[in-house]
């Protein structure tokens, strides 16, 4: 028997965005309704801060079983690779055979985006116009593409640890995005003191996003801070918002954004107020003022891979 294989390629041209987005309300409503298995990452750190990890799920509803295998590099565009480079392995639950094998870095860029896409549409003001970019890699192309559909976005700043990266960043979207004003920042305060939505997409350790700078009525994705020694969020931005997370064991496991303020004693257990499964059923209070602050704490899920691999090999 041969096997089924999807490249980056094959995967970028199948799983559109608006189709992964519909994908991860899927997900998140079967987790609502308990009828999906997740098992916290096994992460492995390798040498200079790189990590190897493996994100094992059971999807009850599709009959699969699967695991993504992934390493995560961030110095890696140096070298004309990606930051983050795998594989999602599908098995039948049935008769446990393996289904197939899909390029894991073009389902990790697409899902994550999909996801904050689901939160922020669930999350965010509707009236939201104005994003801003914390990053420029591959999550602030995916992020780019994601909220704009579910938001009319009319402006976006972004800030970069360069301002040439942010300058880059402009000139590659404004084509595909001509209705939109893209504004490069030298300053990350200003880039997002006028921001209705937020997104880190960063590989940074320590803060990049501050409370003080955070205007009322802003909905922030924090997604690239994915470990409990890492954080984007300082204490005070999370003290000041109502948050949610992707998934309560990663969140409280993984965190650092949750963490942090957590173990200095600026927030309680409680401050956690839901998972995106219990905020997209319904199942928890969110925004109730177009004043409140709220943010999504994206770890990333094993289920959300392996949905979409599935789909994927189904097609
Ligand atoms: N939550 C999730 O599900 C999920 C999924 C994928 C990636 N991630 C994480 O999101 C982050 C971004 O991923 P990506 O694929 O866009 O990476 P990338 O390497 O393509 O881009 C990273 C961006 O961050 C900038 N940057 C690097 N170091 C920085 C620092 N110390 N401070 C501020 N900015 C810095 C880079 O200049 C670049 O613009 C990574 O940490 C990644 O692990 C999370």
């Known amino acids: 028997m041969s096997l089924k294989y999807l490249s980056e390629k094959q995967v970028n041209e199948m799983l559109d965005m608006n189709t992964c987005i519909g994908l991860m309300k899927d997900v998140f409503t079967a987790f ?117 559909m579910v938001r009319d976005i009319k402006r976006v700043t972004i800030w970069c640890p360069t301002l040439s990266e942010s300058e880059k960043f402009c000139k590659k979207h404004k084509a595909e995005y001509p209705h939109i004003e893209f504004i490069p920042c030298e300053n990350c305060a200003d880039a997002v003191k006028d921001a209705d939505i937020i997104n880190t997409v960063t590989p940074s350790t320590v803060p990049v996003l501050f409370g003080e700078w955070v205007k009322k009525g802003a909905h922030i994705n924090a997604v690239g801070a994915c470990s409990k020694t890492a954080r984007e969020l300082d204490s005070q931005c999370v003290a000041k918002a109502k948050l949610f997370c992707d998934n309560y064991d990663s969140c409280r496991n993984e965190a650092g954004d949750y963490l942090f303020p957590l173990n200095e004693g600026v927030i309680n257990e409680s401050h956690l107020l839901g998972d995106l499964g219990e905020v997209v059923s319904g199942k928890v209070v969110t925004r109730t003022s177009d004043e409140d602050i709220t943010i999504f704490e994206s770890q990333g899920l094993a289920c959300e891979d392996v949905v979409c691999a599935a789909w994927l090999l189904k097609q």
Do not use: W
């Open 32 to 148: 609502a309704e308990g009828k999906m298995e997740n098992k916290l990452r096994s992460v492995f750190p390798l040498q200079a801060g790189n990590v190897f990890g493996i994100m094992p799920a059971v999807i009850p509803f599709e009959e699969v079983c699967g695991a993504k295998l992934i390493t995560v590099f961030p110095s890696n565009h140096s070298k004309g690779l990606s930051s983050h480079l795998g594989v999602v392995a599908v098995f039948s639950a049935g008769d446990g055979q393996l289904l197939g094998l899909c390029d894991g870095t073009a389902i990790t860029a697409i899902r994550t985006g999909a996801v904050s896409a689901v939160a922020t549409e669930y999350l965010s003001r509707k009236d939201s116009s104005t994003m801003c970019l914390i990053g420029g890699g591959v999550q602030a192309d995916m992020h780019l593409k994601a909220i704009t």
